[in-house]
């Protein structure tokens, strides 16, 4: 399976960003996705997760209530929208697929190349 992320970029705090996930060789209805980010100097941490059987979805704290993890069956493409952007959002984000429905990072076997998301203050 490949994952292609993109849609990063540079915004001002309280901006927002659409971030994609397209895939190819594996149909991510049947699978779990999720984003991860990697701050420079920090482990790479979860944001976002979107069951494949049952559609659950789950954040970490930090961005619950300003991010959305959707997707686009049809396309095979995972979104992540976020809104109202803070500095400490400043990452590389990763979109990955796992066989489970699982938050860990450990269980995710496949990832994108990642996409920069820069907030400025």
């Known amino acids: 399976v490949q994952l292609q992320a993109s849609g990063g970029g540079l915004v001002q705090a309280g901006g927002s960003l659409r971030l994609s996930c397209a895939a190819s060789g594996r149909t991510l209805s049947t699978y779990g996705m999720g984003w991860f980010r990697q701050a420079p100097g920090k482990e790479r941490e979860f944001v976002a997760a979107l069951m494949g059987s049952g559609g659950t979805t789950y954040y970490a704290d930090s961005v619950k209530g300003r991010f959305t993890i959707s997707r686009d069956n049809a396309k095979n493409t995972v979104y992540l929208q976020m809104n109202s952007l803070k500095p400490e959002d400043t990452a590389v984000y990763y979109c990955?697929?796992?066989?489970?429905?699982?938050?860990?990072?450990?269980?995710?076997?496949?990832w994108g190349q990642g996409t920069q998301v820069t907030v400025s203050s």
């Open positions: 990955a697929s796992t066989l489970f429905d699982s938050v860990l990072i450990h269980e995710y076997d496949s």
